[in-house]
């Protein structure tokens, strides 16, 4: 396995910085045994035997206002990854495909006040050339809009209630409610307890 990665990055006069990234990563396999199928199906046993490419470029973004009291984070991500000698390792004549798959995402945090903060993010699959249960709705590219609201009571805690609508799934739309709350415990670099 290999994998080569960089980002530059740097501030725009006072209230702006940015950072941006590339990655490469690459292995190659023989005779992987892959193990898949849908829950009311059977398994289907495969075997890969060849070289697997992930692309990552990502970008991020930040604004504070000069009171430092609101501010905005865009942040964006984009995978590819490339996949050439998958055989059916149950069949007598193994056969061969690559698959190509790629998604992205984008989201916006915005805090709007100390404290508070609101977010939206898109995620997009496209499965193209996938195989297992991604084969049987070719077409189909999985999606999902999310939507956030926190507020942090101190440092050391948060409440977020999120809402999302997933079409990871084709033909099935899942409507999602979160409630979340995240505390952290133990010693802080401003305090000894």
Known sequence: MRAIHAHLGGDIGDNHSWRGGLSLLKADA???????????????????????????????????????????????????????????????????????????YLQGVYQFMPRWRTGLRVDRLDPAGAWGPQADAPEHRPRRLSAMLDFSPSEFSRWRVQLAQDRARAGIVDNQLFLQYQMLLGAHSAHRF
Do not use: C, H, N
């Open 30 to 104: 023989a005779g992987q045994q892959l193990m898949f199928g849908a829950l009311d199906s059977p398994q289907s046993e495969l075997a890969f035997d060849g070289q697997t490419r992930v692309l990552i470029a990502d970008l991020v973004w930040k604004w504070t206002a000069d009171d430092a009291r609101t501010g905005l984070k865009l942040q964006a991500e984009y995978l590819q990854s490339r996949r050439g000698g998958l055989a059916e390792a149950v069949a007598s004549a193994p056969w061969a495909i690559s698959a190509r798959q790629s998604g992205w």
